[in-house]
């Protein structure tokens, strides 16, 4: 590890290795990993099956957390939302006068905890739509941070986290080793136990790094932000587009499912009069024909400032029946916490207006 020591960035090797070299036993540090991922403590005091001495080193020299929860929102439907801030930011771009904060939200539905988490300060790929695009990039943030996202969630009082989706703030690709060292955390037994299936990434499409996640250890579930059917309208939305055509981007989706036998999760957000009429949905299902996958339709959620409207309920079911006509899988997901900041980047937003 270069920086950002905290617990949740340790495997229980270096943990060991951290114990040993400060005089306490090795078997403090699977005691600690009780305590914190089975018992879900962050607080050294409570730990009790460990020395007084060595509780009071534990406080003293590794912090647990890193991050202050500095908002909390709650929705009318259970779904609560985060806003963290972090006392620095990896590879942190010269952003004057800001403190980096980052969003996780916890979504409960039936029998799933999901738990949405953000993997940079910022967002490098400045989507037209988005809140959390419209400040740019301001750091990386470390596999411990991200952990400790779902950790917090986990101790929100609904129960145990069992599904997270890396779709909060950032391009997770654009931060590839932190993320797929926060992947192996949270599906370790040692760690948070949530299986590979149960973990979603949520990327615009990098071709190559599409295929380095294929070859990784654990076949998660790659969801692609399509939001648009052509090239043009794409770039128009989405300006890291530039960067590679759709054709290309689903050829490493198509190499993906070969790989790990994963179906692709397709998520088109429909903005009302953009990407949302007929023809739209028509050129979807073609493309959406040369690739294993299921298309989850997303009712935008408004952001002040910005010049683009949710989508008519009529609109919506025609652009699914579309699809399902086309022998789509395709589902309308529900919109969850509308009545609290529910667009990704809102309260962070909104928290940066009122400084
Ligand atoms: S929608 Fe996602 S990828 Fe696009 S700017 Fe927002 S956080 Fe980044």
Not at 12 to 39: F, I, K
Not at 152 to 176: C, K
Request: glycine share 8%; net charge positive; aromatic share 6%.
């Amino acid at each position: 590890m270069s920086r950002g020591q905290s617990f949740f960035d340790h495997t229980p090797e270096s943990l060991q290795d951290w114990c040993v070299s400060r005089g306490m036993p090795r078997h403090a540090s699977s005691q600690m990993l009780t305590w914190v991922y089975g018992n879900q403590e962050v607080n050294p005091a409570a730990m009790t099956n460990i020395s007084g001495d060595h509780r009071a080193l534990i406080a003293a020299s590794l912090p647990i957390e890193e991050g202050r929860e500095i908002r909390r929102q709650v929705a009318t439907d259970g779904t609560r939302k985060l806003l963290i801030e972090w006392p620095d930011a990896e590879d942190r771009l010269p952003i004057a006068g800001r403190q980096p904060s980052t969003e996780a939200v916890l979504i409960p539905a039936d029998a799933r905890r999901t738990a949405c988490i953000s993997s940079q300060v910022g967002c490098p790929v400045g989507c037209r739509f988005c809140a959390s695009g419209m400040g740019g990039l301001e750091g990386n943030l470390t596999a411990g941070r991200m952990v400790e996202q779902v950790h917090r969630l986990g101790r929100l009082g609904a129960g145990r986290i069992t599904n997270v989706v890396f779709m909060g703030m950032g391009e997770p690709l654009a931060n590839y080793k932190a993320v797929t060292s926060a992947i192996r955390t949270i599906n370790a037994p040692w760690g948070l136990g949530i299986g590979a299936r149960r973990i979603t990434v949520s990327t615009v499409g990098l071709p190559e790094a599409i295929r380095r996640l294929a070859s990784f250890s654990l076949p998660v579930t790659l969801a692609l932000s399509l939001h648009a059917p052509d090239d043009e309208l794409r770039k128009s939305l989405i300006p890291w587009a530039e960067h590679a055509s759709i054709e290309d981007i689903l050829a490493a989706c198509r190499d993906y499912f070969e790989a790990t036998g994963r179906e692709i999760t397709i998520e088109y957000l429909l903005l009302r009069d953009v990407n949302d009429r007929p023809e739209h949905a028509r050129l979807l299902a073609d493309r959406a024909r040369s690739l294993r996958c299921n298309i989850n339709l997303i009712r935008y959620n408004e952001v002040e400032g910005l010049p683009y409207g949710r989508p008519r309920d009529a609109d919506v079911h025609a652009f699914q029946s579309v699809l399902r006509d086309a022998r789509i899988n395709t589902h309308i997901r529900a919109s969850r916490g509308r009545d609290i900041d529910a667009a990704c980047g809102q309260l962070r937003q909104a928290a940066q207006q009122a400084r």
